[in-house]
């Protein structure tokens, strides 16, 4: 097995002897993650339910990893997850809670049944995942990161209204365990990731697919190992001081509603009108 290429923006062994679990980690950003993260010196464990696909990104990243298969909205699943990467390493020093998803829909159009789905695989294993990881591992040692990640933008993405709650309600759990565990050592943070270019993109419909891109600000999709980078970053001491926020990795799509100047603002010759001033007696 080869030993993973040193990482190409952090100092070389910035987490050596470290021990990453990365949930979904065989795939797209948890794949980019536990690369990146391996390239900094950590060896990583990554889960998922399929072995074939895990194997495979094991395979590329070398020596540092593993693999555990398991279904994070399984209570029995999840604590093997995690007893594995224990037994293995004897330590967890950071748990990326990357698995989660949702499908395309409108709003109105999303079955009970659909919206706890997303909140069983996006807020549920999130939250078993995070209280295994500081109970059995954690805790005991007196330190560790965990990084959720989450979505942008935040004001309510169409189409994927479940997973904009969900994801919400993982924010407020990322802020309310930063303070519950604070006085154990351990940091969290959430990665509120805007749209990346991973293969999960091409189950979504083709004009999502067309027209995705168009709606970030930087005029491109993210890339899986800018995401990576940003995880390594937070694993690192920096991450620590960081508790308690959401970083925002999105080319700037949070908050954005479209070009400058919206068509409705601007007069027949495309400019914008600027408001007339008070007259100088009343300044
Ligand atoms: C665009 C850029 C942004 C990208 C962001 C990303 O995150 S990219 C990463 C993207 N990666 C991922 O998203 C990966 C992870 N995602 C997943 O595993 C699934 O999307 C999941 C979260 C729904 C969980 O699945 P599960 O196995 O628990 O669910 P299940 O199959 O058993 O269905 C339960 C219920 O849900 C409903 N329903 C479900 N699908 C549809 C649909 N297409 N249509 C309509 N409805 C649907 C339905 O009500 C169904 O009940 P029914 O009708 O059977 O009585
Ligand atoms: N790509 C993007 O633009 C964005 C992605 N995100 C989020 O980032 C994360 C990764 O996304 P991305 O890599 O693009 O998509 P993927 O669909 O490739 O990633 C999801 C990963 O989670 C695993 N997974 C799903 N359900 C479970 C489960 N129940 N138990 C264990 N593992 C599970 C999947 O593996 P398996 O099926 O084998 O279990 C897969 O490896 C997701 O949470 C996604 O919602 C957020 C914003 C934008």
Known sequence: MSTPAPSRIFAPGLLDGQVALVTGGGTGLGRAAATELAACGAQVVIAGRRAEVLEATAARIGAA????????????????????????????????????????????AIATRGWQAVFRLNVDGTTRMAELAVERAMRPAGRGTIVNVTLSPHHGLAGMTHS?????????????????????????VAIAAGHFQTDALDKYPEPVRAGVART?????????????????????????????????????????????????????????PTEERRPAATR
Do not use: K
């Open 65 to 108: 990893a593993s693999v555990v298969c398991g279904d994070i909205r399984d209570e029995d699943d999840a604590r093997r997850i995690v007893d594995t990467a224990l037994e293995h390493h004897g330590r967890l020093d950071l748990l990326v809670n990357n698995a989660g998803g949702q499908y395309f829909v409108p709003a109105e």
């Open 164 to 188: 904009s709650a969900a994801r919400a309600a993982v924010e407020s759990l990322t802020a309310a365990w930063a303070r519950q565990w604070a006085a154990d050592g351990i940091a969290v």
């Open 216 to 272: 970030v600000p930087l005029q491109r999709l993210g890339q899986p190992h800018e995401h990576g980078w940003l995880v390594a970053l937070l694993a690192s001491p920096l991450g620590r001081a960081m508790s308690g926020t959401v970083v925002t990795l999105d080319g700037a799509r949070d908050n954005w509603f479209g070009p400058w100047p919206p068509p409705t603002l601007t007069d027949g010759d495309g400019d914008v």
